[in-house]
C-alpha cells in the first residue's frame, strides 16, 4: 500500500479503494499504473489512472487494447472495476492482447456525466480525446507491447471517443497521426455519432461501430448518415452493425429500465432506456472478436 499511494500521491483514497477493490474481486493480474494525459493542468500533464492487465505469457511483444469508459466512470457502486469491463478484459487477455482500462473522470474530481447536459458537462470529448493520445503513447512505449496492433474500444461516451480520437478531419487528430502511435483498429458500442457526422469523418483506422436499433439515448441513425457519409467521399466506410430491439447498453446483464435522470436522448427530458439484450449481448461480442482478430492478429 505504501508503494502504491508513493506512485500515485494526487490520487484520493476513493481510487486507491477502487483499485484495492479490483484487485481483490479476482483480477489478480491488474496493476495500478499513471498514465499522462496530453490534457494540461498548471503546465503539467494530468496524470491519469490506468488498470493495466498483461498477458504475462506472452513470449514477444503483443497487440494491446485501450478500454475507454462510458458517462458512468469505470466503476460499480462499491468502487470496483466494473463487471462489464473486467468481462471484456478476461475476453481480451484470452486472445492474447494485453488491455488497459483508463480512467478519466476521477483525476478531475468527476464520478460520472450522464446526468449533466451535453455541452455542460465537466470533462469535455477534447480532454477525453487527449486522456486517448497519452494512453496509446504510454502502450506504445511498453516493452511488452506492439506499437504497431494498438486498439481503441469504447461504450457510450468512450465509445464517441473513439470517434473523436480517430477522426482525421480534426486538427489535433491529424497532428497526432503525424507523429504519433495511432489505432490499427477501433471499436465503438453505442457511441453519439452527431459532432462527428457535423464535422465530416475520415477515420485513421478501421472502425466498427455496434449500434441499437431501439437506443433512445445514443440513437443509431446518425451513425448510419455518418458511414453513408464517408462513403460518398470514396473512403473506406466505418462498419456498422445495428441489432434490431436492443437499447443501450444492450451487451450488459442489467434489465432494461429507464433512466428519468439522463437529461439528454433522443427526446431530452424524457429519460432513456438502459439495459441488456441476450441476442445483441451474443452477436456483438462476436462482432467484436472477428473485427479485432482481423486486424489485430
Known amino acids: 500500500?505504501?508503494?502504491?499511494?508513493?506512485?500515485?500521491?494526487?490520487?484520493?483514497?476513493?481510487?486507491?479503494?477502487?483499485?484495492?477493490?479490483?484487485?481483490?474481486?479476482?483480477?489478480?493480474?491488474?496493476?495500478?499504473?499513471?498514465?499522462?494525459?496530453?490534457?494540461?493542468?498548471?503546465?503539467?500533464?494530468?496524470?491519469?489512472?490506468?488498470?493495466?492487465?498483461?498477458?504475462?505469457?506472452?513470449?514477444?511483444?503483443?497487440?494491446?487494447?485501450?478500454l475507454l469508459h462510458g458517462c458512468g466512470g469505470p466503476y460499480d457502486k462499491k468502487g470496483a472495476l466494473s463487471e462489464r469491463l473486467l468481462n471484456y478484459v478476461s475476453v481480451l487477455n484470452a486472445e492474447g492482447w494485453h488491455a488497459l482500462v483508463l480512467d478519466s473522470l476521477t483525476p478531475r474530481g468527476e464520478k460520472e456525466l450522464c446526468t449533466q447536459k451535453i455541452g455542460t458537462r465537466a470533462v469535455t470529448m477534447t480532454e477525453r480525446r487527449r486522456d486517448t493520445f497519452g494512453a496509446l503513447q504510454w502502450l506504445a512505449d511498453r516493452p511488452e507491447v506492439d506499437a504497431q496492433r494498438l486498439a481503441l474500444l469504447g461504450w457510450s461516451n468512450g465509445?464517441?471517443?473513439?470517434?473523436?480520437?480517430?477522426?482525421?478531419?480534426?486538427?489535433?487528430?491529424?497532428?497526432?497521426?503525424?507523429?504519433?502511435?495511432?489505432?490499427?483498429?477501433?471499436?465503438?458500442?453505442?457511441?453519439?455519432?452527431?459532432?462527428?457526422?457535423?464535422?465530416?469523418?475520415?477515420?485513421?483506422?478501421?472502425?466498427?461501430?455496434?449500434?441499437?436499433?431501439?437506443?433512445?439515448?445514443?440513437?443509431?441513425?446518425?451513425?448510419?448518415?455518418?458511414?453513408?457519409?464517408?462513403?460518398?467521399?470514396?473512403e473506406t466506410p466505418p462498419q456498422l452493425k445495428v441489432y434490431p430491439g436492443a437499447f443501450h447498453g444492450f451487451d450488459s446483464l442489467a434489465p432494461v429500465r429507464l433512466r428519468a435522470d439522463v437529461p439528454n436522448g433522443v427526446k431530452p427530458g424524457t429519460g432513456v432506456h438502459v439495459g441488456g439484450q441476450a441476442a445483441a449481448r451474443e452477436a456483438s461480442r462476436q462482432d467484436l472478436l472477428s473485427f479485432l482478430r482481423e486486424h489485430l492478429n
Open 159 to 234: 465509445g464517441s471517443t473513439v470517434l473523436a480520437s480517430s477522426n482525421t478531419l480534426h486538427p489535433e487528430v491529424k497532428a497526432a497521426t503525424q507523429d504519433a502511435p495511432k489505432p490499427r483498429a477501433a471499436v465503438a458500442f453505442y457511441p453519439g455519432c452527431e459532432a462527428d457526422l457535423k464535422r465530416g469523418y475520415s477515420p485513421s483506422a478501421p472502425l466498427l461501430i455496434l449500434s441499437g436499433g431501439s437506443d433512445d439515448w445514443t440513437a443509431a441513425a446518425p451513425c448510419e448518415a455518418l458511414a453513408k457519409a464517408s462513403e460518398s467521399r470514396g
Open 1 to 66: 500500500m505504501r508503494n502504491f499511494q508513493t506512485s500515485f500521491p494526487k490520487l484520493g483514497r476513493g481510487v486507491l479503494l477502487a483499485t484495492l477493490l479490483t484487485l481483490a474481486a479476482g483480477a489478480a493480474r491488474a496493476e495500478p499504473v499513471q498514465i499522462p494525459s496530453l490534457d494540461q493542468h498548471g503546465g503539467q500533464p494530468l496524470a491519469l489512472l490506468g488498470h493495466w492487465f498483461p498477458v504475462k505469457a506472452s513470449p514477444k511483444p503483443a497487440p494491446a487494447v485501450l
